[in-house]
């Protein structure tokens, strides 16, 4: 989402030295998503910029491995397995594709997708890792193609705009999809992670200690 924001120039089309104010204004402005979602965003993103005290981040900082990039991506193949978690894979994004099996992907389409990767990423890494912050951000990302491209009344979406904003790395608006009017919050976050974790079968004690909190001290997670 963030390289299409780029391509389409919410955010620097060099994909550098990415700062507050810019991320919070194109968030907003594209995606209708809060300050505070958009604040919180920020103070993880800047936690993969190597510098001391930094005070912003680019689109290739975001690419570490293990910090927010994790394995088991939906679109990009495992660092350990290819040496490259920052390209398009086409054959990790077939396995995820191939469970959207309607014309509306549904969260429980979503979230069988995602536990399939983490299901094969685990068969096909032997370093396979994934920290509580990488697996929330997992679920967080399902939740978002869902209620920000999608509608967050019936906790679905199109499948067509995924799969151009995937495949483009470009806001689907050239296949119908519009800016939604609902302003996208922390609690909307919470709710879709939640449903995600419980689609896949996690719940109770396991999705609350798995929450991303809204209080981020330094990028750390409080839980």
């Known amino acids: 989402m963030l390289n299409s924001l780029a391509n389409h120039g919410f955010l620097p089309h060099s994909g550098k030295e990415i700062m507050l ?4 204004h194109a968030l907003g402005a ?11 965003l920020f103070n993880f993103a800047i936690t993969t910029n190597p510098e001391p005290n930094a005070t912003e981040f680019s689109l290739e900082n975001l690419g570490r491995h293990n910090v927010l990039e ?5 679109t990009r193949a495992d660092f350990d397995v290819t040496g490259d978690s920052v390209t398009f ?20 389409q979503a979230a069988d ?7 094969t990423s685990k068969a096909t890494n032997a ?3 994934m920290s509580t912050l990488g697996d929330n951000f997992s679920a967080g990302e399902s939740a978002a193609y869902l209620f920000i491209l999608g509608n967050i009344d019936t906790q679905s979406v199109p499948r067509k705009f995924v799969e151009y ?4 790395e470009k806001l689907p608006t050239e296949v119908g999809w519009v800016r939604p009017d609902h302003v996208f919050t922390w609690e909307d976050l919470q709710m879709g992670i939640e449903l995600i974790y419980n689609a896949t079968g ?10 991303l909190s809204r209080e981020i001290h330094g990028g750390s997670l409080r839980v």
Do not use: P
Not at 21 to 24: A, G, P, Q, R
Not at 113 to 119: N, P
Not at 165 to 168: G, P, T
């Open 127 to 129: 370093n396979y890792s």
């Open 21 to 24: 104010n810019t991320t919070v």
């Open 202 to 211: 996690t719940t109770g004690e396991a999705a609350r200690k798995m929450r």
């Open 30 to 40: 594209a995606l209708n998503i809060n300050e505070e979602v958009a604040t919180n």
């Open 89 to 108: 894979n086409q054959t990790v994004y077939e396995e995820t594709r191939s469970y959207w099996t309607d014309t509306t992907i549904t969260v429980q």
């Open 165 to 168: 904003l995937f495949e483009n």
């Open 113 to 119: 997708a995602r536990l399939a990767r983490y299901t």
């Open 70 to 74: 994790h394995d088991a991506s939906l």
